[in-house]
């Protein structure tokens, strides 16, 4: 099977560290990998941000954009996102107005509330005492949002934000839940669901983005991603021996959250999970996309029709390397098999 996908593609990577290996590594080989998915044809690869977290050397997706754009040709390059109540919009406007500059039609700017860490690690991030307001956000994406009009209209004082100001990146809405789908249909953008965080609410929440959406100066109508975890192989065996340490790091972090630790493949097989922990794992991840070609094409399919999702964006956490581009050229394959009738179209085609 080999083709071009009908369903445009993308990478969600967290740059795991995996146990006995460092940061460098990890990022040394999302470097690598956004070359060999890019030369797959995947459309963007988005990084995501995490912080006081062992296991991820993604805490800082500005500077790992502009590298990836940077060994790349084509590929959209952006954050997956960028957790805005963790900085001021000054701040995110002149980073990416910079990124967008030295690689213009290639960035996205995918927002996002949660904090990505603990609260300790947020507060240090935040410099004051208390969380962020529920309606300070909305607030917040506006603010950034005017940074890269041309005159900066609006923007607090008339500040500049040099270089955002018609430097403007694709502004992407992220969440999990029906809330944050009618924001992002409200502002008009086009919206992330991290399926991989709240499998349940994926068909609701895309059903809210669809019915509410109000066209915008940046979009005419929907358009939206759906990210999940995704661990492909040959055979259905061979992905859930290649899941083990994703199975295993699920387990830890319902216990306490703040273990994000990536054990190898070996040590993660031989863990033995309590019935409890293995009804909590089996709950999480049997919704998401681990097996063999034959079993993975019709769930994909599902997937896609049941959300109407316009694209696919995967996270695949494979300790082997090699195995981890195999699993994104088993999906690329298998998407240009899939029957799939593209609804929806993004009004530019800058998305």
Do not use: C
């Not at 399919?301 to 695949?316: I, N, S, V, Y």
């Amino acid at each position: 099977m080999t083709g071009s996908p009908s369903v445009p593609l993308s990478v969600l990577d967290l740059s795991p560290v995996w146990s006995g290996s460092t940061p460098a590594q990890a990022l040394r080989e999302t470097l690598d990998l956004a070359r060999a998915v890019e030369e797959l044809g995947y459309h963007r690869y988005w990084l995501t941000e995490h912080h006081n977290a062992p296991g991820v050397a993604s805490s800082s997706p500005p500077v790992l954009i502009g590298q990836i754009a940077g060994v790349t040709r084509s590929i959209r390059v952006g954050a997956g996102g960028v957790m805005l109540p963790n900085h001021p919009p000054l701040v995110v406007a002149e980073q990416f107005g910079t990124l967008e500059a030295l690689h213009p039609g290639r960035i996205d700017l995918g927002l996002g509330r949660a904090p990505g860490t603990d609260p300790a690690t947020a507060q240090a991030l935040r410099r004051n005492a208390g969380p962020m307001a529920a309606e300070e956000f909305p607030q917040q994406i506006v603010e950034l949002a005017q940074y890269f009009t041309p005159e900066s209209a609006g923007a607090p004082a008339r500040i500049s934000a040099v270089p955002a100001a018609g430097n403007a990146p694709a502004m992407w809405l992220l969440g999990s839940s029906p809330s944050s789908a009618r924001l992002a249909a409200a502002l008009g953008l086009p919206f992330a669901y991290a399926y991989h965080f709240n499998a349940q609410l994926a068909v609701p929440a895309l059903r809210v983005y669809r019915e509410e959406f109000r066209p915008s100066g940046v979009l005419d109508r929907p358009h939206s991603i759906v990210a999940a975890f995704v661990i492909a192989a040959p055979t259905d065996a061979e992905a859930l021996r290649l899941a083990a340490p994703i199975r295993l790091a699920t387990a830890m972090s319902m216990r306490d959250p703040r273990q994000t630790e990536y054990r190898t493949t070996d040590e993660a097989g031989a863990y033995r999970f309590s019935e409890g922990e293995r009804r909590l794992v089996d709950g999480h991840l049997g919704r998401q996309f681990i097996g063999g070609p034959e079993s993975l094409a019709p769930r994909l399919e599902e997937l896609l029709t049941d959300t109407g999702a316009d694209e696919l964006m995967a996270m695949t956490v494979i300790e082997d390397y090699s195995a981890r581009v195999a699993s994104y050229e088993i999906l690329r394959d298998l998407a240009a098999d899939l029957k799939l009738v593209t609804h929806r179209k993004a009004s530019e085609g800058a998305l």
